[in-house]
């Protein structure tokens, strides 16, 4: 048994469960709970480090702006799926405690490129290099082709995630 779940590990049998559904899905979708519940608090953690009143929601848009460059704001809340008003209380916050910058957008002077600041991008990379850091440690004993399926799962579950 885990210390974090009160259920045991998944080491049933393939097949239907008690409620008719296949016990590897429901395998499944109990590690994906408590993975994701960990990936949340790890984000309000990485975000507190980034800066003390940066809020967790926004830690995901450094991530966005560091690996695609100048954004429009209307492109992230496409991208985050969420509306034009949240992202733009999320941009204001950003802007405020001086993690982003908003610029003219050279092929449309109407609207403005949000882009991290050399502040932010150096807070961001700091923890962001921190949390690799913690992953290759937790995996040290993983050999490097599990990793390497690890991560080719995972992309091909978010893949189809976004289909």
């Known amino acids: 048994m885990r210390g974090d779940d009160s259920e045991p590990e998944p080491d049933a049998p393939e097949g239907p469960g008690v409620s008719g559904v296949d016990r590897s899905f429901l395998a499944l979708e109990r590690e994906l709970a408590v993975f994701l519940r960990r990936a949340r608090a790890s984000s309000g953690e990485m975000a507190r480090e980034v ?7 926004a830690y995901g848009l450094l991530v966005r702006l560091e690996a695609a460059g100048r954004q429009r704001a209307t492109e992230l809340a496409a991208y985050f799926g969420v509306g034009k008003a949240t992202m733009s209380r999320q941009l204001h916050s950003l802007e405020n405690l001086g993690l982003v910058a908003r610029e003219p957008d050279p092929a449309d002077g109407r609207a403005w490129l949000v882009h991290l600041t050399e502040d ?22 993983w ?6 399926e690890l991560a080719r799962l995972l992309h091909q579950l978010n893949a189809r995630a976004e289909s």
Do not use: N
């Open 51 to 57: 800066h003390p009143e940066l809020e967790p929601a």
């Open 120 to 141: 932010g991008l150096a807070r961001f990379r700091s923890v962001r290099d921190a949390r690799r850091g913690r992953y290759v440690r937790k995996l040290a004993d």
């Open 143 to 148: 050999d490097r082709a599990e990793v390497a």
